[in-house]
């Protein structure tokens, strides 16, 4: 589903969540009105934690077992922007209703959620953005 022409706000900050302004396909400002740390989001990648390798794979040769559910991360900084990858990490379900990826930066709307994560999002505005650097990167 291509978001073109489209400007959403996102009125997030009763729930705790910085508000945002998805415009065409992808959020252009930074979460945090900072860039990333691109070192902090290989990190959060390879964690077991963020799920991130449970269902890619990419340029890991230190982490076994990575997925093959989804696409692959080698070249995601080719493939998208940093807008468009921050827009996927945030609610992937905007691109594909039917998509597995979590909406990492979401917490209403959300079925079968872990006690945990109810009412919050899964990563925090900061890990957002150094995913989005990290992946930025990858551009083989």
Not at 57 to 69: A, K, N, V, W
Not at 78 to 105: C, E, H, K
Request: with cysteine.
């Amino acid at each position: 589903m291509l978001l073109v022409g489209l400007a959403f706000i996102s009125d997030t900050h009763a729930e705790g969540l910085v508000p945002y302004k998805i415009t065409a396909d992808g959020i252009a400002e930074s979460l945090t009105g900072a860039p990333g740390d691109a070192a902090r989001g290989r990190a959060l990648v390879v964690a077991r934690t963020t799920t991130c390798i449970l269902c890619h794979s990419g340029p890991f040769p230190e982490t076994r077992f990575q997925g093959d559910l989804a696409p692959d991360l080698a070249g995601a900084g080719n493939r998208w922007t940093v807008s468009q990858l921050r827009l996927r990490l945030v609610d992937a379900a905007r691109f594909n209703p039917q998509t597995i990826m979590p909406s990492y930066y979401r917490n209403d709307g959300l079925v079968r959620v872990g006690r945990t994560f109810a009412g919050k999002p899964i990563l925090s505005a900061a890990e957002i953005e150094d995913i989005v650097a990290f992946l930025a990167t990858l551009r083989d």
